[in-house]
């Protein structure tokens, strides 16, 4: 069965750093659109960052310069760096894989 799992979030102080991890299993990443959102209830989801089918990255303007999108060689885990964190950040962190969801993870940005 085609899953993904996401693991690392958490509680962060502001300035921190928090490592996303989005494992897929039953698939691979090739040839999909990899992406990650993020959503704070109540509110709609929203796209953080991103590695499209040709290898290009882009991130939203909120998070350019602070979170990196890559993933391993094995072209089957995902992840989301995010450094110099803000409470702002707070929200359900999710990845996604073309059709393919992950549960959500979140993530706490407080002192």
């Known amino acids: 069965q085609a899953q993904l799992v996401e693991s690392g979030g958490g509680l962060a102080q502001p300035g921190g750093s928090l490592r996303l991890s989005c494992a897929a299993s039953?698939?691979?990443?090739?040839?999909?659109?990899l992406r990650w959102y993020r959503q704070v209830p109540g509110k709609e989801r929203g796209w953080v960052a991103r590695?499209?089918?040709?290898?290009?990255?882009d991130y939203a303007p909120s998070v350019k310069g602070r979170f990196a999108i890559s993933t391993d060689n094995e072209h089957t885990t995902l992840y989301l760096q995010m450094n110099n964190l803000r409470p702002e950040d707070s929200a359900f962190y999710y990845c996604?894989?073309?059709?393919?969801w992950g549960q959500g993870t979140q993530v706490t940005v407080s002192s």
């Open positions: 039953g698939f691979s990443f090739s040839s999909k659109d």
């Open positions: 996604c894989a073309s059709e393919y």
């Open positions: 590695i499209s089918r040709n290898g290009s990255i």
